[in-house]
């Protein structure tokens, strides 16, 4: 197995956008198991001369019965149990919410390799959210803007050593 690195975190912190911009245009593989896991995308990514598996986790749009939190929980765990690392993604504009900080606790007691990656930090609007965001208990944040292409060099060197 590939090293597998799932993007994790609560709706509209940019996951997708950072999937998107790991993946590229190569091949998305295309995840037909039935029920949970149709919200997950699981493609071949890279960054620099590094090259690894990505999941991008989703479907915690639609809360149907279950809580949000319930279901970014099982998706989480799934997500977990299948790779070697979790970005844990914050929208640094956005600032650190209830919502990421309950994850962040639950997070942290699974025992597992996270780096928290803190997101849309173009521009001076995410400096309280950078500094918000060691709060969370899960290390320096890694600061990026998916949409941009900015601060991956960064997010590459928090990796380097776990693969
Ligand atoms: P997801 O729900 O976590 O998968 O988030 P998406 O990738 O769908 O992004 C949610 C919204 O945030 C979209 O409108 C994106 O264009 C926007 N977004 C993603 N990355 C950035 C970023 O680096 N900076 C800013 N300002 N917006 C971003
Ligand atoms: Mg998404």
Same mark, same amino acid.
Not at 22 to 32: E, I, M, W, Y
Not at 35 to 42: A, K, L, P, S
Not at 118 to 144: D, T
């Given at each position: ?8 975190? *609560? %709706? ?5 956008? /950072? ?18 896991? *149709? ?7 890279? /960054?620099?001369?590094?090259?690894? *598996? ?29 790779? &070697? ?5 914050? &929208? ?5 919410? %209830? ?16 780096? /928290? ?23 320096? %944040? ?18 380097? %050593?776990?693969?």
């Amino acid at each position: 197995m590939p090293f597998t690195i799932a993007i994790i975190g *609560r %709706p509209n912190v940019g996951k997708s956008t /950072l999937f998107n911009r790991l993946v590229g245009k190569r091949t998305a593989l295309v995840d037909d198991l039935p029920g949970v896991t *149709r919200d997950r995308r699981i493609g071949d990514g890279q /960054l620099a001369h590094l090259s690894f *598996r990505v999941i991008d986790t989703a479907g915690l749009e639609e809360a149907f019965d279950d809580s949000l939190e319930a279901r970014m929980r099982q998706q989480t765990e799934i997500a977990l149990q299948e790779s &070697d690392v979790a970005l844990m993604m914050i &929208d640094a504009r956005a600032g650190v919410t %209830p919502l990421d900080a309950h994850f962040a606790n639950w997070l942290r007691r699974q025992g597992r390799p996270v780096i /928290l990656v803190a997101n849309k930090c173009e521009g001076r609007a995410a400096e309280a959210g950078m500094h918000e965001a060691w709060a969370l208990g899960l290390g320096e %944040p890694v600061a990026i803007s998916a949409a941009h292409g900015q601060g991956l060099v960064d997010l590459l060197d928090a990796l380097r %050593p776990l693969m």
